[in-house]
């Protein structure tokens, strides 16, 4: 049981790193058409980092207490994907980023790579 603590805090903290966005902002962004228009779509359906997006603002929004395993384990999937979306680097110019499809869709993840800390 003391493993899966000391698991729960090392994700808990990894995925505060990893989505820099508050629940309000990611929640705003999400309703926006540049959000929409990136990421794959089945079938003319939701994209999956939209979905994901949904998801995380609700992760966001649930107090530390209340997080399940699943939580945990779905915040490590979301760490997982903003690092390997950030090491396949973005357009080289700053200029270039702000409306990339790479910075939109990993905006939809919670994570500006724009974002002062």
């Given at each position: 049981?003391a493993?899966?603590?000391?698991?729960?805090?090392?994700?808990?903290?990894?995925?505060?790193?990893?989505?820099?966005?508050?629940?309000?902002?990611?929640?705003?962004?999400?309703?926006?058409?540049?959000?929409?228009?990136?990421?794959?779509?089945?079938?003319?359906?939701?994209?999956?980092?939209?979905?994901?997006?949904r998801?995380?603002?609700?992760?966001?929004?649930?107090?530390?207490?209340?997080?399940?395993?699943?939580?945990?384990?779905?915040?490590?999937k979301?760490?997982?994907?903003?690092?390997?979306?950030?090491?396949?680097g973005?357009?080289?110019?700053?200029?270039?980023?702000?409306?990339?499809?790479?910075?939109?869709s990993?905006?939809?993840?919670?994570?500006?790579?724009?974002?002062?800390?």
């Amino acid at each position: 049981m003391a493993q899966q603590a000391d698991d729960h805090a090392k994700t808990y903290e990894a995925f505060r790193d990893a989505v820099n966005m508050t629940a309000a902002k990611l929640g705003a962004f999400l309703e926006t058409e540049e959000s929409r228009s990136v990421g794959q779509k089945a079938e003319g359906g939701e994209a999956t980092g939209h979905r994901e997006g949904r998801r995380i603002v609700t992760l966001l929004r649930t107090k530390k207490s209340d997080l399940t395993d699943d939580d945990y384990a779905h915040m490590a999937k979301v760490v997982g994907y903003v690092h390997r979306h950030l090491k396949q680097g973005g357009p080289s110019e700053t200029a270039k980023v702000k409306d990339s499809p790479w910075r939109l869709s990993l905006m939809n993840w919670g994570h500006d790579p724009l974002k002062d800390d």
